[in-house]
Nanobody, 126 residues
Framework: QVQLVESGGGLVQAGDSLRLSCTASVRTFSHYGLGWFRQAPGKGREFVAGITWDASYTYYSDSVKGRFTVSRDNAKNTVYLQMISLRPEDTAVYYC???????????????????WGQGTQVTVSS
């Protein structure tokens, strides 16, 4: 069983930066592909970023490409999402996710993702 806990969300102004963290309670963290999703009020959950087990590949949605960076530290069982130049439309609950021996990309059906965190709120004001 994998438990994921996000942190780092908050209330910021447009143009500010935030760094989200997600720590996994699991013995074999490197066996999992990781990703970030977000859900704005009244909307479905959408893909934001993904990273392979060894960080050899990263994936981003068009809406965040060039502004967000996903990284991981397997020694700390943690995946990060560095967000810069935040916009009001980035306001959402951000979730981290994990897949066993598989990658999370823009085309990954969410039904195939086994593990989800409970989310951290990011609010960007104008």
């Amino acid at each position: 069983q994998v438990q994921l806990v996000e942190s780092g969300g908050g209330l910021v102004q447009a143009g500010d930066s935030l760094r989200l963290s997600c720590t996994a309670s699991v013995r074999t963290f490197s066996h999992y592909g990781l990703g970030w999703f977000r859900q704005a009020p009244g909307k479905g959950r959408e893909f934001v970023a993904g990273i392979t087990w060894d960080a050899s590949y990263t994936y981003y949605s068009d809406s965040v490409k060039g502004r967000f960076t996903v990284s991981r530290d397997n020694a700390k069982n943690t995946v990060y999402l560095q967000m810069i130049s935040l916009r009001p439309e980035d306001t959402a609950v951000y979730y981290c996710a994990a897949r066993y021996f598989a990658t999370i990309t823009q085309g990954t059906p969410q039904s195939l993702i086994e593990y989800w965190g409970q989310g951290t709120q990011v609010t960007v004001s104008s």
